[in-house]
């Protein structure tokens, strides 16, 4: 065995199909060596050795909510006062945008002020998108706007837009010290990584089930979550565009005689304010894509109206909230995105008056104040009076019917031919595979790749899942991924070579990926289900379609990052096209592959979790149970369970691609 073993780890190519054979005929058999043996453990981990650890993990919280003390005050307290600190801006923000200010409760509550007219919001939006650039990104963002009220979706927008407003700031601030915390001390860099990995890891639904549990159902328990989801990525970019700082900068700040904190706020922030507004960028679309999520926990808004849409089959109503959504994240992704890249315009003449100095600012304001004013005597300028709003969703209702009817042989039959010939035999090898065998070829498949470290960690990590009693669960969460990876791949890398390739053929694919990037992964459920009704087949087009996009990415980066020099050299040795792009560009855009497969790996987990409303038997389940159960225990496991193959997953193909990179660096 031990000879086995290191021929494994140190053999040829030819051993990794030995590995492949034997794992598959142990699938194949697993059942038969079950049923001769009488050894249920072949397939299952023993009931009476599982770890129980949801248990413990459900009575600790327990504890914690009911008896934890601090002295002077206990747990359950200082949720309460983390509550308050954040409702109290979210319901003004709220008020200001949609349900305006009163005094008293129910219906005795007394208006004394209206909320924000939908005109001026519009108006205020458009401004704020002809500031970051241009006319062009002003007409884009208020149309979008006034979409949301022509077609009736003002309100639940507007409660989302203010979840938005309130989560986006915390989670940017947030993110902003605790990287420039990793900036300074490195140990604490070293320490905060390992967390962020798990944050960004452990699946959407798997934060909601703790939280749910501490801070109970409704908009300040979505907005915790929100914040706990968006932040990781701005800690990440601010570190790096802090330590991205040229040093003659740093030098600079240092010969003026600037203090540490005059050092970091006055020189170095600024000097990375492109690359921090990349970030910004980030938590916005993260914040957005989780408030519709959290939707479940009592967010309300345009998730809440496509959640249950979802129930009840309504498809008209769920397209008119997924569009909704669509127009929202495209108008909030286009104007943070020209923030980003905006140039730094010349200061105005302190002299001039304020109007001429602020010109936008002021005729915000002033729309606000006349618009606002308008609408205590016209209703109509505090709200689009419904008379005036159009519905689609007797048409999307009738067209998604005529598709449905005309086109449903031609669905089945595709749906029955990826069922037959790739999802139910793919499956069955993944639900034959007796855990003890998993444990063991995850570690020889991670110590081949990584190292013996590597090998363990990853042995340990499959040992928790099957010895959690998820072994089965995560065997269909693999059996998805991989499906779903494998045609992602196959759609999305020769997009992306021929988009590195051709100008026309970028700013084409470069469009469709921007938009499917932009829309929150709630959205790709709704046609999904349309069409395709629950399933498996329906999780993995989901899936699809929202992890394509890294694929195309980096394939088309690591083309275009080719040595033009390299590929001259090709031409002159007389190599066809064929030849230069097998023996030449693709090799030296492995790297940049691996990468691209490495994030549609973990965009597929994630969003594999959330077609558990689709009726998937996955981890992802797991944890939708787990949270409308509001067990805690159930949901923290399942979902360190997703991320624990996630993190092994991220490791292999890291260290595939490191490899990669050493073999064209020693050539």
């Not at 890249?341 to 002299?351: K, L, N, Q």
């Not at 970028?506 to 349309?530: C, E, H, K, R, W």
């Amino acid at each position: 065995m031990m000879r086995f073993v290191k021929s494994l780890l140190t053999g040829p190519k030819l051993f990794w199909l030995g590995l492949l054979a034997l794992t598959w005929a142990l699938s194949s058999w697993s059942f038969a060596l079950y049923k001769a043996l009488d050894a249920r453990w072949i397939v299952r981990f023993p009931k009476q050795y599982e770890l129980g650890l949801d248990t413990w993990i459900s009575n600790a919280m327990t504890w914690l909510v009911e008896d934890a003390h601090f002295g002077l005050f206990t747990f359950r307290d200082l949720t309460r006062f983390i509550a308050a600190v954040i409702e109290f801006p979210y319901q003004i923000m709220r008020s200001l945008l949609i349900d305006g200010f009163s005094v008293g409760q129910g219906q005795q509550a007394i208006e004394v002020a209206p909320s924000i007219s939908w005109i001026a919001i519009i108006g205020t939006m458009a401004a704020v998108a002809l500031y970051a650039r241009n006319t062009a990104l002003a007409w884009l963002a208020g149309l979008c706007f006034a979409y949301l009220a022509i077609f009736g979706q003002w309100e639940s927008a507007m409660v989302t837009l203010a979840s938005v407003l309130i989560a986006v700031p915390i989670g940017v601030t947030g993110g902003l010290l605790l990287g420039i915390l990793s900036y300074r001390h490195p140990w604490f860099e070293k320490a905060l990584r390992p967390i962020l990995d798990l944050m960004q890891t452990v699946p959407v639904f798997a934060y909601l089930v703790p939280i749910l549990f501490l801070f109970g159902f409704g908009p300040v328990s979505a907005l915790v979550a929100t914040v706990i989801y968006a932040m990781p990525p701005m800690v990440r970019i601010a570190t790096v565009a802090l330590q991205s700082v040229p040093e003659e900068v740093k030098e600079a700040g240092r010969m003026v005689g600037c203090k540490p904190h005059q050092q970091m706020w006055k020189v170095m922030v600024p000097t990375a304010l492109p690359s921090l507004m990349v970030g910004v960028n980030q938590v916005i679309m993260l914040t957005l894509n989780m408030v519709i999520i959290a939707s479940m926990i009592g967010a309300g808004g345009l998730g809440y109206d496509v959640l249950t849409s979802l129930r009840r089959l309504d498809i008209g109503g769920g397209i008119e909230a997924g569009l909704a959504i669509v127009v929202m994240a495209i108008a909030l992704d286009r104007v943070s995105q020209a923030f980003a890249i905006r140039r730094v315009r010349p200061r105005p003449d302190p002299a001039d008056p304020i109007y001429k100095r602020h010109p936008l600012t002021s005729a915000s304001l002033a729309l606000i104040l006349v618009t606002t004013v308008l609408g205590l005597y016209i209703p109509g300028f505090r709200l689009l009076p419904e008379s005036l709003t159009i519905t689609t969703g007797t048409i999307w209702s009738s067209m998604m019917e005529w598709i449905n009817v005309t086109f449903f042989d031609a669905f089945e039959a595709v749906k029955t031919f990826f069922l037959t010939t790739l999802l139910l035999p793919v499956k069955r090898f993944f639900a034959g595979i007796p855990w003890g065998w998993g444990v063991i070829v995850v570690g020889l498949m991670a110590g081949r790749l990584g190292g013996w470290k590597l090998g363990v960690m990853s042995a340990l990590m499959t040992l928790f899942i099957a010895a959690s009693g998820l072994w089965a669960k995560a065997m269909i969460t693999v059996y998805l991924v991989s499906v779903s990876v494998l045609i992602a791949s196959v759609i999305g890398i020769p997009l992306g070579i021929w988009a590195g390739q051709s100008a026309r053929a970028n700013s084409v694919i470069g469009a469709l990926i921007d938009t499917l990037q932009t829309l929150p992964s709630f959205v790709y459920l709704i046609p999904v289900v349309m069409l395709f009704r629950v399933g498996d087949f329906s999780a993995m087009i989901a899936v699809v379609l929202y992890a394509l996009a890294p694929a195309v990415r980096y394939a088309a980066h690591g083309i275009r990052s080719i040595d033009p020099e390299l590929i001259e050299a090709g031409k002159v040795s007389g190599c066809t096209e064929r030849q230069l792009l097998w023996r030449i560009k693709l090799p030296l855009a492995a790297p940049s592959l691996l990468l691209g497969l490495n994030q549609t790996i973990m965009l597929a987990l994630s969003m594999l979790v959330i077609t558990a409303l689709v009726g998937t038997r996955d981890l992802g389940q797991e944890v939708y149970i787990a949270l409308t159960k509001a067990n805690t225990g159930q949901g923290i496991i399942a979902g360190l369970s997703v991320a624990f193959i996630a993190i092994i997953a991220d490791r292999m193909v890291n260290a595939l691609a490191k490899s990669s990179q050493e073999k064209l660096g020693a050539t």
